[in-house]
C-alpha cells in the first residue's frame, strides 16, 4: 500500500494559481456580460419609482381638494395643516412628502403649466435640471397614463 507524502496532500487540497485565475477570469466575464444590463434595469425602475409616487401625490392632492374644495398652495399642505378646520389630513401614508428616486424634492403648480386647470407635479429626473432625454427627462403627471 502506498502511502501520500504531506507535499502531495497538502497540493490536492489546494488551487493552484492558475485554477484560481481561471475561474476569475469566468466571473469577470459574466460580470461584464451582465451587469449593463442591470445597470439598464436600475435606471429604468427609479423612473418607475417617480411616476408611481407621482400618482400617488396626485391622488392625495385630488383627496385634499374633496375635504378642502381648492387645491393646495404648496405639497407640505398634504401633511401640515395650512390653518384650515376642514383639514383631514394627513393626505399621505406616513406623515411625510417623499423625495425623487435621485434625492430630490417633487415640484408643484397650481394651475399647471401643463394642465392648465388642474395641477402640475413632476420631477427632473437623473440630471435635477429642465428638460432633458431619456433618463434626464423630466417625469410629470402628464406624461403618466392614468
Request: charged residues 25%; hydrophobic residues 35%.
Amino acid at each position: 500500500m502506498q502511502t501520500q507524502t504531506p507535499r502531495k496532500q497538502r497540493r490536492s487540497k489546494a488551487f493552484t494559481l492558475i485554477e484560481m485565475m481561471v475561474v476569475l477570469a469566468i466571473i469577470a466575464g459574466l460580470a461584464a456580460l451582465v451587469g449593463p444590463a442591470i445597470f439598464k434595469n436600475l435606471k429604468k425602475a427609479d423612473a418607475t419609482t417617480a411616476k408611481t409616487q407621482i400618482v400617488q401625490l396626485g391622488n392625495s392632492v385630488k383627496d385634499y381638494y374633496m375635504d378642502m374644495h381648492q387645491y393646495p398652495k404648496r405639497l407640505e399642505d398634504l401633511v401640515q395643516n395650512p390653518g384650515s378646520d376642514k383639514w383631514n389630513g394627513p393626505y399621505l401614508e406616513g406623515g411625510a412628502l417623499p423625495k425623487d428616486p435621485w434625492g430630490e424634492d417633487y415640484h408643484y403648480e397650481c394651475p399647471g403649466s401643463h394642465n392648465a386647470k388642474d395641477i402640475d407635479i413632476y420631477s427632473y429626473g437623473a440630471d435635477k435640471t429642465p428638460g432633458g432625454e431619456a433618463e434626464n427627462a423630466d417625469i410629470g403627471n402628464w406624461t403618466v397614463s392614468r
